[in-house]
């Protein structure tokens, strides 16, 4: 009798073996490959970041201070600069990003440091700026603010809670109100260049309730030219809330005025509203608060009392 042709070949357990190994080989070449490039971009970027301290160096030897500017400095392709300088003291500070690679150089140190200056994006992104002066009420002003509405309020009153530094902004209401705006409202001129800006603030209520910021885009002239709302947000008693907007640019806007509303407009005596962490940057994606007090952040006048600008957080 004739016996058939033996079968040769893979089982499927040895062929699902060679593919986890295959896929194990593979995640340690690319994680490999992944490290190779990032110590590649941060020898490329303190390279060049040591080269251009040296021409900073030489441009103040050769003319008796620093440039005003980074033109000209070398740079290889894929690096990206920020330049601070300093005009009176006559210091730098330079920022060099390649991919997530960020490192920087001063006047008194020209050996490159991670991280970026202080004002300046991170990793190549460009950085923000919180367009709102007296932010978080530090200043303990009105300066930056108005109030719509019957006033039954204190500015920066210092709270036992904040959200943010050791004043917010506080409204008591001694008597019987009935208004919706709760305030404080604050105005942004606006960049026709950009499209978007993103508002927010953090709030705190004696009693729960809802709340939303409204936005008023207004033209040159200060006419209101479209209002925006934002979604109610219930909220709870003796709770920090942050409320958030998107406001969209149109035609002929130059500025906008955001204000905080209560969808309730009955108020009573002992009631109270504390607002904190007031920000409005560029954009469509929403940052967390910061300020010029905020690691990595500048402040771009009066300390706790004007706009401010560093790395999206």
């Given at each position: 009798m004739r016996l058939g042709a033996r079968q040769t070949g893979f089982t499927i357990v040895e062929l699902l073996i060679v593919i986890v190994i295959i896929g194990i080989l593979a995640v340690i070449a690319i994680g490999a490959f992944s490290r190779a490039q990032d110590q590649a971009r941060t020898a490329t970027v303190q390279s060049d970041l040591k080269a251009s301290a040296k021409q900073l160096e030489q441009a103040k030897a050769d003319s008796g201070t620093y440039p005003a500017t980074s033109a000209g400095l070398p740079a290889s392709?894929?690096?990206?600069?920020?330049?601070?300088?300093?005009?009176?003291?006559?210091?730098?500070?330079?920022?060099?990003?390649?991919?997530?690679?960020?490192?920087?150089?001063?006047?008194?140190?020209?050996?490159?440091?991670?991280?970026?200056?202080?004002?300046?994006?991170?990793?190549?992104?460009?950085?923000?700026?919180?367009?709102?002066?007296?932010?978080?009420?530090?200043?303990?002003?009105?300066?930056?603010?108005?109030?719509?509405?019957?006033?039954?309020s204190t500015y920066s009153t210092p709270s036992t809670t904040t959200a943010f530094g050791s004043r917010v902004y506080r409204r008591d209401f001694t008597g019987t109100a009935t208004l919706?705006?709760?305030?404080?409202?604050?105005?942004?001129?606006?960049?026709?260049?950009?499209?978007?800006?993103?508002?927010?603030?953090?709030?705190?209520?004696?009693?729960?309730?809802?709340?939303?910021?409204?936005?008023?885009?207004?033209?040159?002239?200060?006419?209101?030219?479209?209002t925006l709302n934002s979604s109610n947000?219930?909220?709870?008693?003796?709770t920090w809330t942050r409320l958030t907007l998107s406001v969209p640019v149109i035609a002929t806007m130059e500025s906008f005025t955001f204000v905080i509303y209560s969808t309730s407009t009955s108020w009573a005596p002992g009631d109270w509203v504390e607002v904190d962490g007031l920000m409005v940057h560029e954009g469509t994606s929403l940052s967390a608060y910061a300020d010029g007090n905020t690691s990595g952040w500048i402040w771009n006048g009066t300390t706790n009392l004007s706009t401010a600008t560093g790395p999206a957080q």
């Open positions: 392709p894929n690096t990206s600069y920020q330049y601070a300088y300093n005009a009176t003291a006559d210091t730098f500070c330079l920022t060099g990003a390649n991919g997530s690679s960020t490192y920087r150089v001063t006047s008194d140190n020209r050996t490159p440091v991670s991280g970026a200056c202080p004002g300046h994006g991170v990793g190549g992104v460009p950085p923000i700026t919180n367009l709102v002066t007296n932010p978080s009420l530090e200043a303990n002003t009105s300066a930056g603010f108005g109030n719509n509405g019957a006033v039954a919706s705006n709760v305030g404080p409202y604050v105005q942004i001129d606006t960049d026709p260049a950009q499209t978007n800006y993103m508002a927010s603030v953090w709030i705190r209520v004696s009693k729960p309730m809802s709340y939303y910021i409204g936005a008023e885009r207004r033209n040159s002239g200060g006419t209101n030219i479209g947000v219930a909220l709870a008693a003796n």
